[in-house]
């Protein structure tokens, strides 16, 4: 099957049309296409925990084959934050992924309304990479974020392909660009052409510590040194300490924005 016909055969839908498919796009088939130790980052919880993502439903899509539409092949999902006049928030973070995950959350018990949104995820199921879902997830969440009543959609995005290169310094690897002037990296180029303007680094965009037991159970990797470790499916190498019986990954994004007027 081609790509285009790929994608015209998708439906996309938010959570709250689709809650019978709340939990299935969690499941394997999807959950699989990212390593297993990003799924481990404390924020996250604030986020994806049942009781919270109730509150998103609005943010969360889920994509689906017109032949199987109860089988989930894509999610993405957006967090709705409050970024204007708000003390200590002048500008975007450099925690960026945690960093507006924990201002909803801040958000949310101290009832500020939202003026601002910012994408999580787009994830695909792996048997269908490289299929141009990515890019279609991609489209349908700027129009439901637009549906919502916002001008602007931030990203703290992740450069797909960093991870062949974990030891590059993240704004050198950020910088390239090709002759035609895209950036290098796929992920990126996908945001630009749809509009989307690079604003700057987040250089601490998500951060995932754990005792020496988990990452090798996480990762299969023996950490049998300190220093840094360069893991499959990492953007940068983990920070290992032995004496500490501890290791920490500190992942840099790239916020980017998409104007929606």
């Not at 969690?26 to 297993?36: N, R």
């Not at 032995?242 to 998409?258: F, I, K, S």
Request: aromatic fraction near 8%; include cysteine.
């Amino acid at each position: 099957m081609t790509r285009a016909a790929m994608t015209e055969r998708l439906v996309v839908a938010t959570l709250a049309e689709r809650p019978d498919l709340r939990h299935k796009i969690f499941g394997p088939e999807i959950q699989t296409a990212m390593p297993e130790f990003v799924r481990h980052d404390p924020t996250a919880a604030l986020y994806y925990a049942d009781a919270a993502l109730s509150r998103y439903l609005e943010y969360g899509l889920v994509a689906v084959d017109l032949d199987e539409p109860d089988r989930p092949v894509a999610r993405a999902f957006c967090v709705p934050f409050a970024f204007r006049d708000v003390p200590g928030r002048p500008d975007l973070p450099d925690g960026g992924w945690d960093a507006v995950i924990r201002w909803a959350h801040e958000d949310h018990i101290e009832a500020r309304r939202p003026d601002a949104v910012s994408v999580l995820e787009i994830m695909v199921a792996p048997r269908l990479a490289r299929q141009g879902i990515s890019r279609t997830m991609l489209t349908a969440m700027r129009g439901n974020i637009r549906r919502l009543g916002y001008l602007e959609l931030w990203a703290p995005l992740r450069p797909t392909a960093k991870e062949r290169e974990p030891e590059t310094p993240f704004a050198e690897y950020c910088a390239r660009r090709r002759e035609d002037g895209l950036p290098v990296d796929p992920w990126v180029r996908t945001h630009v052409r749809a509009g989307a303007e690079i604003v700057k680094v987040a250089a601490r965009s998500v951060v995932i510590p754990g005792r020496l037991a988990e990452w090798r159970r996480w990762t299969g990797l023996p950490f049998d040194k300190s220093g840094p470790a360069v893991v499959p499916g990492a953007l940068v190498p983990v920070h290992v300490s032995l004496e500490q019986d501890h290791a920490v990954y500190v992942e840099p994004n790239l916020w980017v924005r998409h104007p929606l007027d």
